[in-house]
């Protein structure tokens, strides 16, 4: 009962569960001669998974390999995936060849929670080639996460030559006149740290007329398939669209309302991007086109349609089983501490961004929204590509916040402001000869 007189429990009929978890929590470092092993033991039967769980946990830091019969038995009868994940841990934890097999046993479990405590615990034997074939031989297993370890452990060859400290100069502070498809046909791999840009909209404005929503996507995807390949392992692309309406061609007709988001996700990830994270950019009401007018008047149920104040932005990171320590590792002190990002930066995934207007361009980011962007998703220094550039609002910041920007616009219009807009010094087209 040491373990109870710690927290000043001296009666039995004191030991309510919030008291026994509390002990246990406390418990630190532990070993063999620890004398409430059984104690521990018998919480097993406890009903409260919690109590289970840290009674678990305590018992694995005993590290006591006459235990594991215990734990066999605790395993195969416990109902929780939360409880029996801390029980396979404790298995691995023994570090003890007399695990082996029942790890061996783990790693075909229903639960991948569990298999993967088993992988953890054998890939401390992984120099042992029965051990280090068994473990290969997960390397399809059903489960991702499972196959993403032994491809780490076993497979990942990858050792990418591009640095992240580097870009091609030819592309620093370069615009291109062209279809960004046949334009980076030109570019080199792993050339791009960061991709921020919002892609034409299906048949909303006359920039972008396709024959059907499909070729549309197809374009969409052909586009993001070259610049997953001219961006850098690890880094990011934040693309930013939203649904859209294309009119009803007549009374009869309804409009149709296109999901682009959604529809562009699973190809992103069958080309290699990750899905990061999303963010809302949201504007304020008046700037949206306003859909409610007409059912404000009939309030008829089914034909109620909000009006829409939000864009997505989503954020995708080029697959890599390397962890980000390693890219930061590519960078000077220096940069790492110039890049760091100020006090009052934007702490949820809502974004309030003002909509911005620009008299030459009918769709243009706030400046404001490209320097979070640039500044939450890349270093000083780093090349930041828009590959539909229009007005050039990425290059502006991109400019403001000491990074080098590469921009390519189809539209010869767009190019010449573009090339009004950036001093010419700044860019030589001809120069990358990359020009359209
Ligand atoms: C939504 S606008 C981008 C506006 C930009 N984010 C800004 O801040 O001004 C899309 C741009 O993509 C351009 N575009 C359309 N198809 C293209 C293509 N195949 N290659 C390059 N640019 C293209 C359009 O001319 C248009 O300027």
């Keep these: 009962m040491k373990l109870f007189k710690e ?20 418990l630190g470092k532990l070993d063999k001669k620890f004398k409430d092993q059984d104690l521990l033991l018998n919480l097993i039967s406890s009903e409260n998974k919690n109590i289970r769980y840290y009674a678990i946990n305590n018992l694995a830091k005993i590290n006591n390999e006459k235990l594991l019969k215990n734990f066999e038995k605790f395993l195969y009868q416990e109902p929780t995936s939360y409880v029996r994940r801390e029980i396979a841990s404790a298995i691995g934890r023994l570090r003890s060849k007399k695990a082996i097999p ?28 029965d051990i280090q074939n068994i473990l290969k031989g997960l390397k399809n ?44 046909k030109k570019v080199e791999n ?34 993001f398939k070259e610049v997953h390949r001219v961006t850098k392992e690890g880094r990011f692309f934040i693309l930013n669209t939203s649904p859209i309406i ?72 080029k697959k890599s089983n390397k962890l980000i320590d390693w890219i930061f590792k590519q960078y000077s002190q220096e940069v790492v501490k110039k890049s760091k990002i100020k006090d009052g930066y934007e702490t949820s995934n809502v974004w309030k961004v003002d909509p911005s ?4 361009h009918s769709a243009v980011f706030p400046v404001s929204l490209c320097d979070r962007v640039i500044n939450y998703y890349s270093f000083e220094g780093d090349l930041v590509f828009d590959p539909f550039a229009g007005s050039g609002s990425v290059g502006t910041s991109a400019i403001k916040n000491k990074r080098y920007f590469f921009l390519t616009e189809l539209n010869k219009d767009y190019f010449k402001l573009l090339k009004q807009k950036f001093n010419s010094n700044l860019f030589d087209d001809v120069k990358i000869g990359i020009k359209d």
């Excluded at 297993?141 to 990942?156: G, L, M, S």
């Excluded at 502070?173 to 498809?181: E, S």
């Excluded at 190809?267 to 059912?295: C, Q």
Aim: aromatic letters at 12%; proline letters at 6%; one cysteine or more.
């Design 7 to 26: 927290i000043g429990i001296r009666e039995k009929k004191d030991l309510s569960d919030a008291n026994i978890l509390k002990a246990l929590k406390k």
């Design 102 to 129: 029942l790890m061996k046993k783990i790693i075909k479990d229903k639960d991948p929670n569990i298999i993967l405590q088993g992988v953890r615990g054998l890939l401390v034997f992984k120099k042992d080639k």
């Design 141 to 184: 297993h059903p489960n991702e996460i499972v196959q993403k370890v032994i491809n780490i452990e076993f497979f990942d060859m990858n050792e990418y030559s591009s640095k992240h400290s580097y870009s091609p100069d030819n592309l620093k502070n370069c615009i291109a006149n062209g279809d960004v498809i046949k334009l980076l």
């Design 190 to 223: 792993e050339s791009v740290h960061l991709t921020f840009t919002s892609p034409p909209y299906y048949n909303a404005r006359d920039y972008s007329i396709y024959n059907s929503y499909n070729s549309y996507l197809k374009f969409l995807w052909n586009a």
């Design 246 to 317: 294309i009119p009803r061609t007549g009374r009869k007709y309804s409009s149709i309302r296109y999901p682009i988001p959604f529809d562009i996700h699973h190809e992103m990830i069958k080309m290699g991007w990750e899905y990061v994270d999303d963010i809302v950019w949201l504007k304020p009401e008046p700037s949206a086109k306003n859909r409610v007018a007409g059912f404000n008047l009939h309030r008829k149920p089914l034909a109620y349609k909000p009006n829409c104040v939000t864009e997505t932005l989503m954020v995708y990171r």
């Design 357 to 360: 207007s620009d008299k030459n």
